[in-house]
């Protein structure tokens, strides 16, 4: 992802999914997950966001730095930490909220035959860490691929 600049509005500023810069989380998979900046910049600092998931996408195992709150906004998704068993993970609808703690390796994945829409907030940068690299350091949102992963949550 690239840098996105947001200023604060003087009034009211409703924003339609259809007028958000929808951007591909990976450039390399512009069909896989998608994510808008609704406030602050996902690859500097404090965002919320929407996230788009398509029907069928399952994530690597991986870990964020900061907290990773979710909402769900349509569709529905899954999500798994390390350990656990894919198929004891609640399935997360409209309206489901969860806290994902910073430094936990988990799943995420669609569920059902629809893509999911998800608002996402963090307190820090958007990042993205494989699980199966432990010793790297977090990766940006440039969708680059590298030792330490860089793709959808």
Same mark, same amino acid.
């Given at each position: 992802m690239t840098t996105i600049e947001r200023t604060q509005p003087d009034r009211a500023a409703p924003l339609k999914p259809g007028d958000l810069d929808w951007r591909p989380l990976d450039p390399g998979n512009p069909s896989g997950p998608q994510m808008a900046a609704l406030w602050g910049d996902p690859t500097s600092g404090p965002y919320g966001a !929407? !996230?788009?998931?398509p029907a069928g996408f399952q994530s690597p *195992?991986?870990?964020h730095s900061s907290d990773e709150r979710v909402v769900?906004? #349509?569709g529905a998704s899954i999500h798994w930490v390390e350990g656990e068993d &894919?198929? +004891?993970? &609640?399935t997360m609808r409209a %309206? +489901?909220? *969860? !806290?994902m703690p910073a430094g936990v390796n988990y799943v995420? =994945? =669609?569920a059902g035959d629809e893509e999911c829409v998800e608002f996402i907030t963090q307190d820090g940068r958007f990042d993205f860490t494989l699980a199966s690299f432990p010793g790297g350091t977090a990766? %940006? #949102? +440039? %969708?680059t691929a590298s030792k330490n992963g860089a793709g959808p949550r």
């Open positions: !929407l !996230l788009r998931v *195992m991986h870990r769900v906004i #349509t &894919p198929d +004891d993970a &609640p %309206g +489901d909220y *969860m !806290l995420s =994945a =669609a990766s %940006g #949102t +440039d %969708g």
